[in-house]
């Protein structure tokens, strides 16, 4: 039997884990158009840009770190105050068991609290087991920028999705 996920706030102490899933994400080119591996001053400085509203969880399993997810900034107009971009990582071992769900059905909680009435994201096309998570919480697709960016020399499509909250 699996043990329970457990979602909450990130701490300072979280960042090598948060650092370590996010560069498998890299790694594994599924989840970002970034193909360098981060380093630790590179995760602390985001943390310390993800604060307040642009909170970031953590999900842990017997207490070891599995998944992360973040509110970023949408946009600094201030006509988009109300609208964050979604960050979710998942370490390889623990992906398509349920973290993700848990993760962001925690995260909307938050954005709804912190006064976001709308949560966008960018994903690839062929990310086929994040669009499940993402449709199966309610998230729409609303296109698809074509050769938005360049990964290993190739252009690569990104979908936008979105979800009223």
Same mark, same amino acid.
């Given at each position: 039997? @699996?043990?329970?996920v %457990?979602?909450?706030?990130?701490?300072?102490?979280?960042?090598? *884990?948060? =650092?370590?899933?996010? *560069?498998?994400?890299?790694?594994?080119?599924?989840? &970002?158009?970034?193909?360098?591996? /981060?380093?630790?001053?590179?995760?602390?400085?985001?943390?310390?840009?993800?604060?307040?509203?642009?909170?970031?969880?953590?999900?842990?399993?017997?207490s070891?770190?599995?998944?992360?997810?973040?509110l *970023?900034?949408?946009?600094?107009?201030?006509?988009?105050?109300?609208?964050?971009? =979604?960050?979710?990582?998942?370490?390889? @071992? #623990?992906?398509?068991?349920?973290?993700?769900? #848990? =993760?962001?059905? &925690?995260l909307?909680?938050?954005? /709804?609290? #912190?006064?976001?009435? /709308?949560?966008?994201?960018?994903?690839?096309?062929?990310?086929?087991?994040?669009?499940? =998570?993402?449709r199966?919480?309610?998230?729409?697709?609303?296109?698809?920028?074509?050769?938005?960016?360049? %990964?290993? *020399?190739?252009?690569?499509?990104? %979908?936008? %999705?979105? /979800?009223?909250?």
């Open positions: 039997m @699996e043990s329970i %457990m979602v909450r706030e990130a701490a300072s102490a979280d960042i090598a *884990n948060i =650092l370590r899933i996010y *560069n498998q994400g890299i790694e594994d080119r599924i989840a &970002t158009l970034e193909t360098e591996t /981060k380093d630790t001053a590179y995760m602390e400085a985001w943390f310390r840009e993800h604060q307040g509203r642009y909170t970031v969880l953590v999900a842990e399993r017997d070891a770190v599995i998944g992360w997810a973040a *970023n900034l949408y946009s600094h107009r201030c006509a988009y105050k109300g609208v964050a971009d =979604l960050s979710i990582y998942i370490e390889r @071992e #623990s992906r398509g068991q349920g973290v993700g769900s #848990s =993760l962001l059905q &925690t909307e909680h938050t954005a /709804k609290a #912190s006064s976001f009435y /709308k949560i966008v994201l960018f994903t690839f096309p062929f990310n086929q087991m994040g669009q499940r =998570l993402y199966k919480m309610g998230y729409r697709e609303v296109g698809v920028f074509e050769k938005q960016g360049v %990964m290993d *020399n190739k252009p690569i499509d990104v %979908m936008i %999705m979105e /979800k009223i909250l």
